[in-house]
């Protein structure tokens, strides 16, 4: 009874391991179909993976974007550190070339200009509306300036020297109320005294002594006579506003000055002799 | 053996397949390091508990060999025929070995795996594959091998527990679990 049952088992078992044998040689053969159980099985386990795979992600992300954010912080704050340092030296560099800009700038007008001149740094801006003066640090301090002297940007006039201690000077802008250039209108040929808007805080002047008959216009450009101090022809301004008016001998004209008073960095001094008062103002 | 048991390890096995399978797709840094071959590890536990007959068990081992071809893309019936062939070893086995300690547990697993690597490789490598191609198959088994054998220490116990639950075992019992 016991062998029967052996051999029964031992017959089932082979019949068990010859059956993948012959299926094996089959699917090697064509490995792409699939029969009904096949599919069955695949059908169950394809979304049960999809939802464990989905649901460990969802863990994955729940775990990297809110829990495991401790080293996160101390990127951030050294990103941070970094990007601000970049920012500093990048516009530390857009300044270098702006400066350098200039000082090409600069050295083209020294070289236009006959007169000796003098180069000095900006080293102290407007402090007030009321008072337009900068300050400004001679780069050789041997060299002699007088109050009066013209001062000069790569794009036009600036002021005059209004006082000197040491190698400091202060400098009058144009747009001071107290300041007197005598100046040109080159299309017209009309002479005029710039003088500062009072209270202006757009660095603008004002043509004294314009006569009512010329035809000056807005847009007109503004030059400098030759008479005080300042070479001829340097550009000042242009007149942005004329107001005529029925009655008098002159006109107002409003110019905006060519050079940008709130940005100065670096400008030429004219050595030359300070103009008399009385020849400035008419 | 019952309907029970063996459905309850056939399930055991496709839901490792289908975790494993869901853990490597979450963690593609994992693909090229070994993966432990957890349905070997029920075959054997099955095989050495020796708490059936060669037939049923043989099924129950078919079946596993099947889904993991199923679900991994090999040759449906590949990992059947070594599985069935590595349960009647092990069930064979079963009855003069005795496998007890935490080592020879995970000693046999080891054996095993190799043995069932190899067959895997001479059964899935067509004549026509150079021998390059064939020992790059082959290389693979040992890191595998190891892994499961590391692992089958554990697996061995957890299935112990579950099986005694599911079949009290008896008197005569010469079970790794």
């Known amino acids: 009874m016991q062998l029967p049952r052996r051999a029964r088992e031992l017959v089932i078992v082979a019949i068990l391991l010859a059956l993948p044998l012959l299926f094996l040689r089959a699917s090697v053969k064509s490995p792409s179909e699939l029969n009904a159980l096949d599919r069955v099985v695949l059908r169950i386990s394809s979304p049960v993976e999809t939802g464990l795979t989905s649901c460990g992600r969802w863990i994955g992300d729940l775990w990297h974007r809110y829990v495991a954010l401790w080293n996160v912080s101390d990127e951030n704050a050294r990103l941070r550190d970094e990007n601000a340092k970049l920012r500093t030296e990048l516009s530390r560099f857009e300044q270098a070339a702006h400066h350098n800009t200039e000082l090409e700038a600069l050295l083209a007008l020294r070289k236009d200009l006959s007169s000796q001149t003098v180069a000095a740094r900006v080293v102290g801006a407007v402090v007030s509306s009321q008072f337009r003066v900068v300050r400004i640090r001679l780069d050789r301090g041997e060299l002699e300036v007088k109050p009066g002297m ?130 400035a103002e008419r | 053996m019952t309907l029970l048991r063996a459905m309850v390890f056939i399930g055991l096995a496709w839901a490792s397949f289908v975790l494993l399978a869901s853990f490597e797709a979450l963690i593609p840094g994992l693909s090229p390091l070994p993966v432990p071959a957890f349905g070997l590890l029920i075959v054997l536990y099955l095989g050495l508990a020796g708490r059936a007959t060669m037939a049923p068990l043989v099924a129950v081992a078919l079946a596993i060999g099947y889904l993991i071809d199923l679900l991994s893309g090999s040759p449906r019936w590949l990992h059947a025929l070594t599985l069935a062939i590595v349960m009647v070893i092990a069930r064979g086995a079963s009855n003069r070995l005795l496998v007890a300690s935490r080592w020879q547990k995970a000693l046999v697993a080891l054996v095993a795996a190799l043995g069932n690597g190899a067959l895997l490789v001479v059964l899935a490598a067509p004549p026509e594959w150079p021998t390059s191609e064939v020992l790059g198959l082959l290389r693979v088994i040992p890191s595998t091998a190891l892994v499961t054998a590391l692992l089958a220490p554990f697996v061995f116990a957890l299935l112990g527990r579950l099986d005694r639950k599911l079949a009290p075992p008896p008197s005569a019992f010469r079970s790794v679990a």
């Open chain 1, 150 to 279: 013209p001062v000069l940007a790569s794009g036009g006039v600036v002021g005059r020297i209004e006082r000197v201690y040491g190698p400091y000077s202060d400098v009058l802008l144009a747009s001071d109320p107290k300041s007197a250039i005598d100046v040109v209108v080159p299309r017209t040929g009309s002479r005029g005294v710039l003088k500062g808007i009072p209270g202006s805080t757009r660095y603008r002047s004002r043509i004294d002594y314009l006569l009512r008959k010329d035809e000056v216009a807005a847009g007109d450009q503004v030059v400098t006579s030759g008479i005080g101090g300042f070479p001829r022809d340097l550009p000042v301004g242009k007149i942005v506003e004329v107001t005529r008016r029925n009655f008098g001998l002159y006109q107002d004209a409003e110019v905006e000055p060519a050079v940008e008073l709130g940005k100065l960095r670096q400008v030429l001094v004219v050595l030359a002799p300070p103009p008399p008062a009385e020849k």
